[in-house]
């Protein structure tokens, strides 16, 4: 796919991707969209329900989505499915015949900055939101209220019912933030659906952020992930502190908005909730999956706490100054 406008800096080479491998995917992804392949259901119904993952950039919504995919029935977008966006049901296809039944036993808690390892491991499906929601044509992830209307709602939901639901045939996990920028829109189009709000203390957020700049782009200045309508943030010259602790700021508060509209269906967790009470933060999302007419439960009945200690890793002035910032964003908007 082509090169990403929300994304202004060069990767490291870690996180950097091979073009001829790209250059072939899009292609790939051409010649299936419109090939004309068996289908073994043509009943393919709506019953089952869509959870999704939302938060600011670097809130758990990782872990969260590894959580739910490793311990409950459900089926979820993993690093093969991902690669084709245009056909998903091709990539579910070959993910059960190469991986097998039960490959979700294989699912790790670890990640780089959100970027999991491994064929079995969840993926944000950045590719395909792209493509459905035109992110590339606006300024921010935030999509204008005017331009809803000249997205291709209909074409999104059969492929949310058909392609994806209907090869999974159980609820459907996706994780991505940049969906819950569009909660409304995305409950519009296919109405029972779920969005797991996940929050993370603010300055741990912020100060990961940071650390996902340096290691992705060698500066903390690049600009990196989500971006809310309320971007670039006025008031202040290039300042990286202000701008994660905005970031992360503006992020739920749009977030929270979004969630508020009629009919969307929602559940807000913590980051620390989720790794101190895992096995109980997972039933209560089953008990919102049930008030969908979904009945679910984790395939473990006790699920280890999981450690949440993390080394900042920033240098001290740059610690002070950001517990300064999102002190003075967060408690002067009520919200810290």
Not at 240 to 267: A, T
Request: charged share 25%; with cysteine; aromatic share 10%.
């Amino acid at each position: 796919m082509e090169f990403d406008p929300h994304e202004p800096g060069i990767r490291a080479l870690a996180f950097r991707k091979k073009t001829a491998d790209e250059v072939y995917l899009a292609k790939l992804n051409e010649v299936l969209q419109s090939a004309d392949l068996p289908d073994e259901d043509e009943t393919k119904d709506s019953q089952y329900p869509l959870v999704y993952i939302v938060g600011a950039p670097r809130s758990g919504t990782t872990l969260l989505s590894q959580m739910l995919s490793r311990y409950l029935p459900v089926g979820y977008i993993n690093n093969v499915v991902a690669r084709f966006w245009m056909r998903p049901s091709v990539g579910i296809r070959l993910s059960g015949m190469l991986l097998g039944d039960d490959y979700r036993r294989n699912i790790s808690f670890r990640s780089n900055f959100g970027t999991t390892e491994g064929a079995h491991e969840p993926h944000e499906f950045g590719y395909f939101w792209r493509h459905w929601l035109k992110l590339d044509q606006f300024p921010t992830h935030k999509i204008p209220e005017e331009h809803l209307g000249e997205l291709d709602a209909e074409g999104l939901r059969k492929v949310l019912i058909h392609e994806i639901l209907g090869q999974f045939r159980r609820p459907v996990v996706f994780k991505n933030v940049i969906c819950g920028l569009q909660a409304r829109y995305l409950t519009e189009i296919y109405g029972k659906s779920i969005f797991i709000h996940i929050k993370r203390d603010p300055f741990m957020t912020a100060a990961s952020i940071l650390k996902s700049r340096r290691e992705r782009f060698g500066s903390y200045s690049t600009w990196w992930s989500l971006k809310p309508s309320t971007w670039p943030f006025a008031g202040h010259g290039p300042d990286p502190v202000h701008d994660v602790s905005m970031q992360v700021f503006e992020c739920r508060r749009e977030i929270d908005e979004e969630l508020k509209g009629v009919h969307v269906n929602s559940l807000q967790i913590t980051y620390e909730q989720l790794c101190s009470e895992p096995s109980s933060t997972l039933s209560s999302i089953c008990c919102g999956l049930d008030r969908l007419g979904c009945t679910i439960s984790p395939t473990e009945n006790s699920i280890d706490r999981l450690d949440r200690s993390v080394n900042v890793d920033l240098p001290d002035d740059m610690i002070a100054a950001l517990r300064v910032a999102v002190t003075k964003i967060f408690s002067g908007r009520g919200r810290l």
